[in-house]
């Protein structure tokens, strides 16, 4: 009785009340406890950050202890057949339905299957290092976890930042998307049913309220609880197969091979890459499928399970589509907000065009009940390190999910999605997804191969020369088939044997130091290092205005964390040795004086 009661009124395992709000919530660390304090840290600022550069967190602290910060349990209720059905209904709606009609249009024209192939490659390679890295860490956390155990704070941090990018700005844009195809559903304009402000800059002059609507509302669904939001995507994604079997016959069925003609490549194999590295984006649903690992009932065998099935199904289906749908119209007639919808119509199956429009609906609301799920378990987890308010870590006792996370992250997605139109968040969104992406291959193989107090340091150094010619190759292809020497063959050859070089340095001459528990991913250090040079090179795919907006926002992640994410972590971690000399200081100040001889 007692137990209802207090659940009844918001209070968790640590007997406080869920429902509450004070500086103390917000800013529990030594370094806020007043300006003075604050302005001391900001003093310290140095020493502090070297002492963070080189610090690591380990499994046990990821997927254990820092678990206490959120008062109360996430709960294990989900197997390998919920998160297949996750990772399907989050990422199939948020990439089919949403950017192949814009990236057919405007930038791999009828070749749009093998953008959709190349970017599926790199994040079926990308699925395999998750699936080892989640079951060896199961934290809510993903691959920030990953990375604070494998590469430290400040790798983690930047991850972190971007982590919140993708959530908000993909939420966002699958906000508006699903404006856009209710208004396709309704037989009108994909622009009719938001507000032109004609005093705003171009791209963000269309105010979507709809959208707002959208998102708070999924996302209300989501605090309600793991086990309801997946069974419903479950019965969701049921309808969604029977709508996509629906297209694919229908589409294939109004195939018109001359549609594919008279140019293949009319972008050329620029074009291809410019539109692997955009459609990546709708392949970023797998990822929140790893931050359920800590609510999945077997880790170790239904995250790797439900991943790779997923994956390797998705990038199947997307391809499929995206075929039946250049087949159906000439990509140059192509509606580049809803193009499923209108190419029915085009093909003389008006009626269609209602079915698909529904589909991408329930797609896209699948899509973001799953990301609310997995948005608010990486916020979580990044709460719980101090590297922002531990007020969103908690936990609420009675649903078992991170309220204030949720509604956090909403928030964000919500204001962005009021403002923002559709490619300008899907490039923001992909260059942060690849930087992740590539970052989470890199701490597969420090994995394998560094063993903290085990590794010698010619070990060390070995592997480091080695990974180092792995990423710097990669980078090097990348940026020379961005440059005007493109189309010659010697750069190709030159980085591609520098990266063969070194991931054969990797196989023969580094040692690996670990063996992975219960799964591993297979091929490395092949795989990874592919992996590597996969998510690279579409990340120089991306036009500069991406980079702009990603180097501004990364410019503004380093102020933050200077200003308050080092300082609070270091609290964090110098908590215990602050207790440490308090309780020496009051052994001392507790023992009897010395009593003088007569």
């Known amino acids: 009785m007692a137990t209802a009661a207090a659940a009844a009124a918001g209070e968790g395992g640590s007997g406080r009340r869920y429902w509450r709000w004070s500086k103390a919530d917000f800013f529990p660390e030594p370094s806020f406890a ?4 604050y302005g001391g840290a900001l003093a310290a600022t140095v ?6 550069v080189g610090s690591r967190s380990s499994e046990a602290a990821e997927a254990g202890t820092l678990r206490a910060v959120s008062e109360n349990p996430l709960r294990r209720c989900l197997s390998w057949l919920d998160l297949a059905f996750l990772g399907f209904g989050s990422v199939v709606g948020s990439g089919v339905f949403v950017l192949t009609g814009q990236e057919a249009r405007f930038d791999a024209g009828p070749a749009i299957p093998l953008a959709y192939a190349a970017a599926g490659f790199s994040a079926l390679l990308s699925s395999f290092c998750y699936a080892e890295l989640a079951t060896e860490i199961p934290s809510a956390g993903g691959s920030f976890s990953y990375l604070r155990v494998e590469l430290g704070d400040i790798a983690a941090f930047l991850a972190a930042g971007n982590i919140l990018l993708e959530a908000v700005v993909g939420a966002a844009g699958l906000g508006r998307s699903w404006t856009s195809y209710l208004a396709a559903l ?3 304009d994909t622009d009719s049913l938001r507000i032109h402000v004609p005093a705003l800059a171009e791209g963000f002059n269309l105010l979507d309220p709809i959208a707002v609507v959208v998102l708070v509302s999924t996302s209300a669904v989501a605090i309600s609880g793991a086990r309801l939001t997946s069974t419903l995507n479950s019965l969701a994604s049921v309808v969604g197969i029977a709508i996509i079997a629906f297209v694919l016959a229908a589409g294939f069925s109004h195939f018109d091979a001359g549609n594919l003609a008279p140019s293949f490549f009319p972008f050329g194999a620029a074009g291809v890459f410019r539109a692997a590295g955009v459609v990546y984006w709708s392949y970023t649903g797998f990822d929140m499928v790893a931050t359920m690992a800590e609510e999945t009932k077997n880790p170790g065998r239904d995250v790797p399970l439900g991943l790779i099935s997923s994956m390797s199904s998705i990038t199947v289906v997307y391809c499929l589509m995206s075929l039946a749908l250049v087949g159906m119209q000439r990509y140059t007639e192509i509606d580049a907000n809803a193009a499923y919808s209108v190419a029915f119509a085009a093909a003389g199956m008006r009626w269609a065009r ?12 699948s899509g973001l009940l799953v990301g609310a799920l997995g948005q608010a378990r990486y916020t979580t987890q990044i ?3 101090h590297m922002m308010p531990p007020y969103f870590a908690l936990v609420h006792p009675t649903t078992g999910t991170p309220i204030y996370a949720t509604v956090a992250v909403t928030l964000g997605a919500a204001c962005v999605a009021l403002f923002s139109s559709l490619d300008v968040l899907a490039s923001v969104s992909s260059i942060s997804t690849l930087f992740i992406f590539a970052l989470v291959a890199v701490a597969l193989l420090v994995r394998r191969y560094h063993v903290a107090g085990a590794t010698t340091p010619g070990q060390l150094r070995t592997f480091l020369a080695f990974l180092a010619l792995v990423v710097l190759s990669s980078i090097g292809v990348s940026a020379y088939y961005n440059s005007r020497y493109a189309r010659r063959w010697p750069g190709y050859a030159a980085f591609g044997c520098g990266w063969a070089a070194g991931a054969a340095g990797l196989a023969a001459c580094a040692e690996k130091q670990r063996a992975p528990r219960v799964y ?3 091929l490395v250090p092949w795989l990874p290092a592919m992996s590597i040079a996969t998510n690279l090179f579409l990340m120089g795919s991306l036009g500069t205005a991406a980079y702009a907006r990603f180097g501004i926002c990364t410019a503004a992640m380093l102020v933050y964390y200077v200003l308050f994410g080092v300082h609070a972590t270091y609290d964090v971690a110098h908590a215990d040795d602050a207790a440490a000399d308090n309780l020496e200081h ?3 100040a507790a023992a009897p004086a ?3 001889p007569a």
């Open 594 to 596: 010395p009593t003088t």
């Open 354 to 365: 209602y079915v698909v429009a529904l589909g991408a609906l329930k797609g896209m609301t």
């Open 186 to 188: 309704l037989g009108r």
């Open 34 to 37: 007043s300006w003075r304090s």
């Open 586 to 588: 009051g052994k001392i």
């Open 520 to 522: 591993g991913a297979p």
């Open 383 to 385: 709460a719980r390190t």
């Open 47 to 52: 020493p502090r950050l070297v002492d963070r």
